[in-house]
């Protein structure tokens, strides 16, 4: 990690804003712990340690073959900083969606800059969302098969960054996002809704299960 992102600076357009650096080491809800300096987090998904879900956050600078609006580095460190305070709480396949939810977002707003326009080569910053372009990017996401589930990632990562007082986020924004339906697919109202068939698995039956994970 650059000596920049570690300090928690922001790019050069911004460089007098300081945001809270990133803990070396973070701690999963099983009590292992996981090297945060690195661009690649390994995280275990089992008590054992045993199956790790690799969470790269270099996917969100570049993509091979595809044209893309990348990452600033600034957005890359608020999206550790998010995933950082909720290792303890979350599944590693849930930290894992929730960075596959910002990189889905930034390939839409690359595909469609007239949703959320900017410079040309400018990286993406999450401060420029907007109410207009966090709805196009819904009305997208209501067309694929995970309905508005990356949408209400994206709007719970902008609320805590909006709660916990990252500069540059908007409180009116935060609460006209919230103001927004955003229906999910059936597996994520099950989760969401704690149903006992088709909702999450019990702390002992995740344990209890063996998983492997493409994490491509």
């Known amino acids: 990690m650059s000596a920049q992102v570690q300090a928690g600076v922001l790019p050069s357009q911004n460089a007098e804003i300081i945001l809270p650096p990133l803990p070396d080491w973070g701690t999963t809800r099983h009590g292992l712990k996981?090297?945060?300096?690195d661009e690649v987090w390994y995280v275990p998904t089992s008590p054992d340690g045993g199956a790790i879900m690799q969470v790269n956050f270099n996917a969100l600078r570049w993509e091979e073959g595809r044209v893309l609006l990348r990452a600033s580095e600034r957005a890359i460190h608020i999206l550790k900083l998010y995933l950082a305070a909720h290792l303890a709480s979350k599944a590693a396949s849930t930290l894992e969606n929730d960075r596959k939810a910002v990189r889905y977002m930034i390939r839409y707003f690359a595909d469609n800059p007239e949703a959320l326009p900017c410079?040309?080569?400018?990286?993406?910053?999450?401060e420029a969302l907007s109410e207009s372009a966090m709805r196009a990017f819904l009305a997208h996401c209501l067309t694929t098969p995970n309905q508005g589930n990356d949408f209400s990632r994206i709007r719970t990562i902008y609320r805590w960054c909006t709660r916990v007082g990252l500069p540059g986020f908007s409180a009116?924004?935060?609460?006209?996002l919230r103001s927004i339906r955003s229906p999910?697919?059936?597996?994520?109202?099950?989760?969401?809704a704690r149903d006992p068939l088709?909702?999450?698995?019990?702390?002992d039956e995740r344990d209890a299960t063996p998983t492997s994970f493409d994490t491509g």
């Open 172 to 176: 009116s924004l935060d609460l006209a």
């Open 34 to 37: 996981v090297d945060l300096r």
């Open 184 to 192: 999910g697919n059936s597996k994520g109202d099950s989760v969401r």
């Open 198 to 203: 088709k909702g999450p698995l019990s702390p």
């Open 119 to 126: 410079d040309k080569g400018q990286a993406f910053q999450f």
